[in-house]
């Protein structure tokens, strides 16, 4: 695995809590700590693409007798448009 060198700043809490799991026993350093916590961001990440992808093509196989109707399409954007409106007179 290449390593890149990278300077970089957290906010105190942020520190404190890498610094923790050092002292912890849980990472070597806080380099270690930091690199471990993002990977562990990464997965949990992937993972609830994973079940949403899971999710998603779940409810596309159904047959179309078993869908739920949703409403008429013309409403689907008609908060967004409204709250667009309102913001173009604002400014």
Do not use: N
Not at 34 to 54: F, I, T, W
Not at 64 to 82: H, S
């Amino acid at each position: 695995m290449s390593v890149q060198k990278q300077s970089v700043s957290f906010t105190d809490t942020a520190y404190a809590f890498a610094k923790e799991l050092v002292e912890a026993g849980e990472y070597p350093t806080v380099s270690a700590a930091v690199s471990g916590e993002l990977a562990k961001a990464k997965a949990e990440r992937e993972r609830e693409h994973a079940v949403l992808e899971a999710e998603l093509k779940r409810r596309l196989s159904l047959p179309l007798d078993q869908w739920d109707p949703v409403g008429e399409a013309t409403g689907v954007t008609q908060g967004a448009r409204a709250h667009l409106a309102t913001m173009t007179q604002k400014a």
